[in-house]
């Protein structure tokens, strides 16, 4: 019974991951479409690797001290990591400031 119990958990999980990493991308790719700035919140070294086009590269770790640019530029802000962790605690931080964003999870989901 226990064994039964934990693969449902198991599925539910993965559902929820699935279901939550489809909804980011979609909220996402409509504000894209809209004309909102990605900002990718990974290390320069992450970025420099591979981005996506058209992105400003803002390390999590600097967010705070960027907000002045970030409100600069007059748009709706995408915020984008490797897996949608450092993105979630970015977009927390810029929505707290005043700024309209979306976690929109790992930059590789963008179209």
Known sequence: MSDKLLYIVII???IYFFYNSYSKSKKANNMLKNGA???DVRTPQEFNTEHFE??????????EN????????NKD?????????RSGKANEILNSKGITSVNGGSWSNLK
């Open 12 to 14: 539910i999980g993965l």
């Open 37 to 39: 700035q990605v900002v």
């Open 54 to 63: 058209g992105s400003v590269n803002i390390p999590l770790n600097t967010i």
């Open 66 to 73: 960027n907000i002045d640019k970030i409100k600069s530029f």
């Open 77 to 85: 802000i995408v915020v984008v990591c490797a897996s949608g962790m």
